[in-house]
């Protein structure tokens, strides 16, 4: 089923996220693309935008052409 809006709003939180192996490597191919990380007060992000809720763990958030929130996760 379909419907026909004026206008969509993104969902609130990460609508999609992959799991990879090297964190930092991915944003660092995903950046030179254009790639832009998010930041977010208060969440303790390093340098790139990682957030590491474990050591050995870490995620990072961008944005989609339609503002959707995608993350990408290590650990």
Do not use: H
């Amino acid at each position: 089923m379909l419907q026909k809006t004026k206008a969509v709003t993104p969902p609130y939180g990460t609508a999609m996220g992959w799991w990879v192996k090297d964190l930092r490597g991915t944003m660092r191919g995903l950046t030179a693309r254009g790639v832009n990380f998010e930041r977010f007060e208060g969440m303790g992000q390093d340098d790139m935008g990682v957030w590491t809720p474990e050591p050995g763990t870490g995620v990072a958030w961008f944005k989609d052409p339609d503002g959707n929130l995608l993350s990408l996760s290590q650990g």
